[in-house]
């Protein structure tokens, strides 16, 4: 209990209670009061111009805007510090009951015990509030003259609730449990403690990320959305998403910075690699340096005239903000490793290629996911998982083919069929000199003609309804194309293909439709319909046409031994697409992306893993881009069109250029379809159908 001698020390310490608050901000308190001690490194008074990028995080934790903040940053930005900043705003200028969450018991009593200990005793201002006597500073418990109240706490249900604290602070947030004894993430919990309080209230969490990513093959749908992973970033997407810009030095184009823009030699030196680093801008490809120097502001000078951007806005050149922001009751801030205060790029490239050499030596990458999310401020992605290949590595590609018409160079259309449940899936594609592919067009059947009580139409179902099929001869099989040179003209498909198998029902519907085309419908749609079906047994051709009921006792699926069918050695086409996927030089296979495609297409093609197995979709995504665009190639190398075979000098008439071409016609020629006739049988058709 502490002993008080005169009236007036009773009477200066009852004052503090009933004090009114002193009107600074956090960062403008830190600068006033905070007080640092780090030998070596830094000793003197909290500067917010050292690290300004925290300044506005300090400004969140205050906002009546706001009921929660989340930073998410590397190591050595400061972030720590911000709780300290925020403890000596609150215990002198503006007093509140407080929680500081850690990891667990033990770390919770060695923070205890170490940092907050110097803290009060570094920043004399600060340790003054507390209440003198060991009963009032506990490991777990400290209290101040104010009246409030500094709880040390780890994320345990019980203490967690029960609590009513409008101001709590979840420490290195992706090293605790994401579920607290099975009743919600440490955050909610944190954030229902603060309720009672309002506006007034707040909860943070900060950490730099921890977990995998848990979809590679995903792509972000907003500029500043955060990859899919548990902890710090999936609060960060909660939130507003701010991100912190520089402006180029060149250019003065705003950017943010990022390990991926580092840029430095291919050495066997690790060390001489990382002095020679520089960070190249995005938009210009200006080469800054760490230290400042004649045309160069250094890290520091960008740090210090950076801005924090969020989500929907834009940092004009006259330094003023343009657009929409994201509205959220929560405060989030994305802080990369390069812009760092207390780390430099030349520690960042050597960390991060001696983790690589690592890696590459012994095949783990324990360091490099350390480096990764502790020093990039990155999430990390195990290599294990990324293959060779990402989705924006593809949609990087894309370019200004114009939309859902036939550019220059494509030669005939193939359109490939994927059946779902209830949907058809249909992919076109332009094929050109040497098996170029274009992506032509991309859309889904979904309605049928079929209409129920209320007039509505319903949804296809192509393992039950036949009638169902026939919307793919007026929305397929007789769709054309514009050819993009202004003429007017337009291209047929030339071949469509179709898988037949899946959900119970569909191949006999599949087959009923072969048959309702070839002996019912007028011409001789049939022969340009290819089903098809993968082949089972592994060493089997690459592609070979079948018939069923000639290879088949049983006869459930419908087949006379009349239907030919596609078979396709899944893994072997898959590994040749995947190869022409690679390849950005025209006229071997190179496949071109218009750039109206979205992001879900590229992440649809990039979703399987080639494993000892064979191809794999391991996490059950979605895949159609991908399964269509491999049938597109199995019917490119079939008897339909031997692309490996043709003369590009003399090539057959469906392969011609746009002026002898069999498939090209003008609308005011009459019907495109009038004349489908069925080709003779050649003898290698023949052979192959035997093979």
């Excluded at 080469?287 to 250094?298: A, D, L």
């Excluded at 012994?362 to 999310?373: E, I, M, P, Q, R």
Aim: aromatic content about 10%; proline content about 7%; overall charge negative.
């Amino acid at each position: 209990m502490r002993q008080f001698t005169t009236l007036e020390q009773m009477l200066l310490a009852t004052a503090e209670a009933i004090r009114p608050p002193e009107r600074l901000t956090v960062a403008e308190a830190a600068e006033k009061y905070r007080r640092l001690n780090n030998p070596g490194h830094y000793i003197g008074p909290w500067d917010n111009k050292i690290a300004p990028y925290l300044t506005e995080v300090m400004e969140a934790l205050t906002s009546l805007e706001h009921t929660g903040t989340i930073f998410a940053g590397p190591a050595r930005c400061g972030k720590s510090d911000l709780f300290f900043n925020w403890l000596t705003h609150t215990a002198i200028c503006d007093p509140a009951d407080m929680m500081l969450v850690h990891m667990t018991q033990s770390t919770a009593r060695d923070w205890s015990q170490g940092d907050l200990r110097k803290a009060f005793r570094h920043s004399p201002d600060l340790g003054s509030k507390v209440i003198p006597g060991r009963q009032n500073m506990n490991v777990h418990d400290i209290r101040f003259l104010s009246g409030m109240r500094l709880l040390v706490k780890w994320p345990t249900i019980t203490e967690l609730s029960g609590k009513t604290i409008p101001r709590l602070w979840a420490m290195d947030y992706d090293r605790m449990p994401q579920d607290v004894d099975k009743e919600g993430t440490p955050f909610d919990l944190m954030r229902k403690r603060a309720q009672t309080f309002g506006r007034y209230g707040m909860a943070v969490a900060e950490s730099s990320p921890g977990f995998e990513v848990e979809n590679p093959r995903w792509l972000a749908k907003t500029p500043h959305e955060a990859p899919p992973t548990e902890g710090i970033l999936a609060l960060y997407n909660r939130g507003d998403r701010r991100r912190f810009y520089w402006r180029c030095a060149n250019c003065k184009e705003p950017f943010e910075g990022d390990f991926k823009h580092l840029s430095y030699p291919d050495s066997k030196d690790h060390v001489e690699a990382a002095e020679m680093v520089t960070l190249d801008c995005p938009k210009c490809g200006y080469s800054h340096t760490h230290e400042p120097g004649p045309g160069q502001p250094g890290k520091h000078e960008l740090n210090y005239y950076g801005r924090w951007v969020r989500e929907g806005m834009l940092w004009l050149p006259d330094g003023t903000m343009s657009g929409a922001p994201v509205r959220s009751d929560i405060a989030s801030f994305w802080l990369k490793g390069v812009a760092a205060a207390f780390v430099s790029w030349k520690e960042l490239v050597f960390k991060y290629l001696k983790a690589m050499e690592e890696y590459e030596n012994t095949g783990s990458f324990k360091a490099l996911k350390v480096t990764v999310n502790t020093d990039q401020g990155n999430a990390f992605v195990p290599p294990t998982m990324i293959g060779e290949r990402l989705p924006e590595d593809l949609k990087a590609r894309a370019r200004d083919y114009g939309e859902k018409v036939v550019p220059p160079g494509v030669r005939f259309l193939v359109a490939t069929i994927d059946v779902q449940k209830n949907r058809f899936e249909v992919q076109v594609h332009g094929v050109g000199v040497g098996g170029d592919i274009w992506i032509i067009d991309r859309f889904n059947i979904k309605k049928s003609d079929r209409l129920d009580e209320d007039g509505e139409r319903l949804w296809v179902s192509p393992s039950t309804y036949l009638e169902d099929w026939h919307l793919l001869v007026e929305q397929v099989i007789e769709k054309t194309y514009p050819l993009d040179d202004g003429s007017g003209r337009q291209m047929k498909i030339k071949t469509i293909g179709c898988d037949s198998g899946g959900r119970s029902g569909v191949t006999g519907m599949a087959y009923k439709f072969w048959k309702w085309l070839k002996d019912e419908h007028p011409g001789n749609h049939h022969v340009r319909f290819q089903l098809i079906k993968g082949e089972p047994k592994p060493n089997a051709p690459r592609v070979r046409i079948g018939y069923p009921d000639t290879e088949r006792k049983d006869r459930h699926a419908g087949a006379r031994g009349e239907i030919p069918v596609l078979f396709l050695n899944s893994n072997m086409l898959k590994d040749q697409v995947y190869g022409l996927l690679g390849r950005t030089e025209a006229g071997g296979g190179c496949v071109n992306f218009p750039d109206w495609l979205e992001s879900w297409f590229y992440t649809e093609l990039t979703v399987e893993t080639r494993t000892t197995k064979g191809w794999e979709n391991l996490k059950n995504h979605r895949n159609e881009a991908w399964d269509l665009l491999v049938y597109c190639f199995a019917i490119m190398v079939s008897r339909h069109a031997r692309i490996e075979a043709i003369d590009w000098d003399s090539p057959p008439s469906w392969a011609e250029e746009w002026d002898g071409n069999d498939m090209v016609f003008s609308p005011d020629e009459g019907v495109p379809f009038a004349h489908d006739d069925e080709p003779a049988v050649s003898l290698a058709a023949l052979g192959e159908s035997l093979a």
